[in-house]
RNA sequence: GGCCCCGUAGCUCAAUUGGACAGAGCAUCAGCCUUCUAAGCUGAGGGUUGCGCGUUCGAUUCGCGCCGGGGUCACCA
């Protein structure tokens, strides 16, 4: 429809000798009174005309045709919008697409399909994820998962490191532990991870092995037994999410292939690296940063940007044509040199989208939580799932934009549970599920083809409208990578639907305008339903 | 101090990426179940969009300057 409309209005600017001065763009109106569908160009182009916006619409029109059987009405409005009302049929046609194309209704084509990869989560295996991995985990999915409906190929990618200090300590902490509870005498050091977790794992280890390792070295067992229980735990946490990771991609086998030493000879090559203090340091100044940046250390050790600029590089070479990357607020300092760091070697970053989100404020008790991992104060996302379930927590990390600070009170989720937004949407899906198993119950075949016209009423046409939306919805969601913006257009959903089921009863006794009427609930259902699959929300028929 | 996010109803957050009257949920108050699920619906109150300039037909949105909160600026990851 915005496809024909813009042709039109193209066709009257040209005819105006316009065509240069502006391209036309339409919205919806957020208020019902101002049609479906809107455009300003009369607005834009007026200075150019030379003449008021008002007068230049009505030209406008009266140099196109528009098609009666889909537009409506057309109307000159405020400081020169012009509003298109489209007509039933084309309502009725657009409804029966929802209930032809079911599952699939959303999904586009438009575009090429990009060989994509999403990395996210991506935390080291020192510990449980935490409410604060909770964000990055669900909306990364959710990106991906509109990436798919929006026809890409995505492959979903976690990257941990098991080697380098912080897994140094992880496995000399499980070694402290494991002796203690044998009796020894330890001095536990405060920068040791202090969790119970490490207590539990170390005790595992007397079960089975009992005091035949008590002279083992931290690096061996004990820190492999510790990354193991540890990344099965970080997985079955996300599966309790229905996030399934296809590739996780260890940062050791950059060193074990010799990718990172190619990295450095390269920039060595270009004249962008130099030997300085025993250390290799990175011309990031010539490549826009603010200072040169230490690579490799004195102690012959690299630096965090090495391995992630040979890391990107690999991205790349795999032959992914988008890359995401869903990091924490803490990163955002750390990406600027990555990509520069690529771009010196001949690789196109504006292919990496790096989406930051803000941190997850935890409040209990009116007092702000500091979350450490190391210092053993966090709240897992595991105890938040076992607090308000799946669909709860998928549902609060999505229901907000990215880059928002959120306040999580985690006695508030609690008591809310019942009365969460997220069940406001799932009741209307159980409803219609309710309301189509009594239809069948009275014998109406809700499948067969109904009379969509009968389907007249205020409340009918707002939900029609509302629903028909649903596509543009999903692709202009994938484009900005903001599943928040489907969470509330859902929620409107609902919305209309409830507000439908208030007015009108479903199963009258005109047994033709209850079949019409279900055919509206089946495509409500749909809508809802395929909404859900995108944010990882389960679609319940009862509740 | 430099850079990045944020500041909107009592609280948590939206606002179609510059559009028409700034909207939801929670909380408060008043109504609606002999009708398909009341986890629902209807109504009321609640706002100088942190403050001040500017850009233009039009600003919560863009620019500049303040104020306040968070993050980040390592030979830590």
């Known amino acids: 429809m915005k496809e024909y409309l813009r042709e039109r209005i193209s066709a009257g600017l040209q ?10 763009t339409f919205e919806r109106p957020h208020s019902a009174g101002h049609g479906d569908l809107t455009t300003n160009v009369a607005m834009i182009a007026a200075k150019a005309a030379r003449t008021n916006p008002r007068k230049l619409a009505r030209q406008l029109l009266d140099r196109i045709e528009l098609d009666s059987t889909l537009v409506d009405k057309v109307e000159i409005a405020g400081p020169g919008f012009i509003n298109f009302r489209f007509t039933g049929k084309f309502y009725r046609e ?12 959303g999904h586009s084509n438009i575009g090429k399909p990009l060989k994509t990869q999403v990395e996210f989560v991506s935390a080291n295996p020192t510990g449980p994820l935490t409410v604060g991995h909770g964000r990055g985990a669900v909306y990364g999915d959710t990106v991906a998962r509109l990436l798919e409906w929006t026809n890409h190929d995505v492959t979903r990618e976690y990257y941990f490191n098991n080697a380098g200090r912080q897994m140094r ?21 405060d920068d040791y991870y202090q969790g119970e977790y490490i207590k539990e794992i170390a005790q595992r280890l007397v079960d089975h092995r009992a005091d035949s390792l008590r002279n083992e070295a931290a690096e061996g067992i004990f820190k492999q037994q510790a990354e193991q229980e540890i990344f099965d735990d970080i997985k079955k946490t996300l599966k309790r999410l ?10 050791n086998s950059l060193y074990e292939t010799g990718k990172v030493k190619e990295v450095i000879e390269e920039f060595k090559q270009r004249g962008l690296a130099y030997d300085q203090d025993g250390a290799v340091w990175l011309k990031t100044s010539v490549l826009g940063g603010e200072k040169d940046k230490v690579i490799v250390k004195g102690t012959g050790e690299p630096t965090y940007r090495l391995p992630d600029i040979a890391y990107h590089r690999e991205k790349l070479r795999r032959g992914f044509e988008l890359v995401i990357d869903v990091l924490g607020a803490d ?40 979350m450490s991992t190391r210092k053993a104060n966090f709240i897992t996302l595991d105890e938040l799932i076992d607090e308000v379930g799946a669909d709860v927590a998928r549902y609060f990390f999505l229901m907000r934009g990215a880059g928002s600070h959120l306040n999580f009170d985690l006695g508030l989720a609690k008591e809310q549970s019942e009365q969460n937004p997220v069940y406001y949407l799932q009741y209307a899906h159980a409803r219609i599920a309710s309301i189509i198993r009594n239809a069948e119950s009275q014998g109406i075949d809700v499948n067969v083809p109904a009379d969509l016209s009968l389907l007249a009423a205020e409340e009918e046409l707002g939900l029609i409208k509302m629903l028909v939306n649903f596509p543009d919805m999903v692709e202009s969601c994938a484009a900005s990578f903001e599943p928040h913006r489907l969470a509330e257009y ?23 305008l ?13 809508v809802i339903a395929n909404g859900f699959a995108i944010l990882g929300i389960t679609a319940p028929e009862k509740m």
Do not use: M, W
Not at 94 to 105: G, P, V
């Open 15 to 24: 005819s105006l000798g316009l065509a240069e001065t502006v391209t036309p």
């Open 169 to 189: 300590i992880l496995g000399d902490s499980v070694r402290l532990r494991y002796l203690e509870l044998l009796g020894d005498a330890i001095v536990f050091p």
């Open 490 to 512: 859902l929620h409107d959903v609902a919305g209309s639907f409830h507000k439908f089921y208030h007015v009108h009863k479903v199963l009258t006794d005109d047994r033709a």
């Open 514 to 526: 209850a079949v019409a009427r279900c055919a509206l609930c089946l495509a409500t259902k749909t």
């Open 94 to 105: 657009q409804l029966k697409q929802i209930l032809t194309k079911k599952n699939f209704y």
């Open 331 to 370: 990163h955002v300092a750390t990406y600027p040199d990555v990509l520069a760091g690529l771009k010196a070697l001949g690789f196109d970053p504006a292919k990496i989208k790096v989406l930051i989100h803000q941190f997850v404020t935890i409040v209990q008790n009116g007092e702000v939580v500091k």
């Open 242 to 251: 229905d996030i399934v990771h296809d590739v996780f991609y260890n940062e």
